[in-house]
């Protein structure tokens, strides 16, 4: 597969690249929560079709959502010190690879969401618009990290409707959990690219307030993020250990914003990638093992 202009590279080169276009790591954030809205609406498995087909549609969902967000922001990319290296910036992935694989993403969440049920299909154009409007956000308001955190928060909740086919309270507070969680440690991610965004007049938290309500900002989001686990929790009836889960991921949080100050900016990425993984895959586990003792 050639994705570059003129590249010349062998396959796991070009797969390394796509795979760095979209951001693959970062599905730790959503994916986890998806799957933990999925075994609770399954009331532990919900079957390898749905499964399959969940897994899809998130593929799908997130590449197409990624792709367009590195499409729409290559002007800025290619001038951002932080950025400038990345596939699509370089030519290592060409600009019409990167349409097509937008294409193909979009059509794999809706063959996916057609296959699970007639709601997700009703819903998925709706998805879109956040998908791949919320890379429009940041030209025109500082609530872009909140939009942003809406559209990896549709993930548990439209896992929970590829189960049932109907919405719940459960998926809700997951929804606005991952909503709130999101939005919150994007803040401190923004903070990365402060002065960029002001020399090029874009819209963060950050670029219009400064660092130190950026900072408080965040922690808001994060408490309201912990409030919403716990409403998930009592919503959905869990138990002790999910429960203790998310005392954990309080703690967590709270690690979080010790680690990152006005004056330790640098450790953002550790705190922004190792401690929200540990959250997101850590709650979920304990979802699993919480369902497991309650049966």
């Known amino acids: 597969m050639k994705t570059g202009q003129g590249s010349s590279g062998g396959p796991i080169s070009s797969l390394k690249a796509v795979l760095e276009m979209i951001k693959f790591p970062h ?41 367009f967000n590195r499409i729409a922001d290559l002007r800025f990319d290619r001038e951002n010190p932080r950025t400038v290296r990345w596939p699509l910036s370089t030519g290592e992935v060409s600009l019409g690879f990167a349409w097509g694989f937008l294409a193909l993403s979009v059509l794999l969440l809706l063959l996916a969401a057609g296959l699970l049920n007639p709601l997700c299909l009703k819903l998925s154009p709706a998805a879109l618009v956040f998908l791949l409007g919320y890379s429009l956000t940041k030209r025109f308001t500082w609530l872009c990290h909140l939009v942003l955190g809406f559209t990896d928060g549709i993930a548990p909740l439209g896992a929970w409707i590829a189960v049932t086919g109907s919405f719940a ?30 020399a ?9 307030f400064g660092v130190v309500p950026a900072l408080w900002a965040s922690g808001f989001l994060h408490l309201l993020t912990v409030a919403c686990y716990a409403g998930a929790a009592w919503s959905f009836g869990a138990g002790w250990l999910f429960w203790l889960g998310v005392a954990a991921s309080a703690l967590l949080l709270a690690v979080e914003h010790a680690l990152i100050g ?12 190792t401690l929200n993984g540990y959250i997101s895959v850590g709650l979920m586990l304990v979802g699993f093992a919480d369902l497991w003792l309650e049966r």
């Open 200 to 208: 090029h007049r874009l819209f963060s938290f950050p670029a219009k």
């Open 27 to 67: 599905t730790i954030f959503a994916l986890p929560f998806a799957l933990l809205a999925m075994a609770w609406a399954g009331s532990g498995w919900p079957g390898w079709r749905v499964l399959l087909l969940v897994l899809l549609a998130m593929a799908g969902a997130r590449s197409a959502a990624m792709t």
């Open 262 to 273: 006005p004056g330790h900016l640098s450790r953002i990425n550790a705190a922004f990638f």
């Open 169 to 198: 309270a459960p998926a809700w507070w997951l929804c606005a959990a991952v909503t709130f969680w999101v939005a919150g440690f994007d803040l401190l991610y923004a903070l990365q690219d402060l002065e960029f965004d002001k």
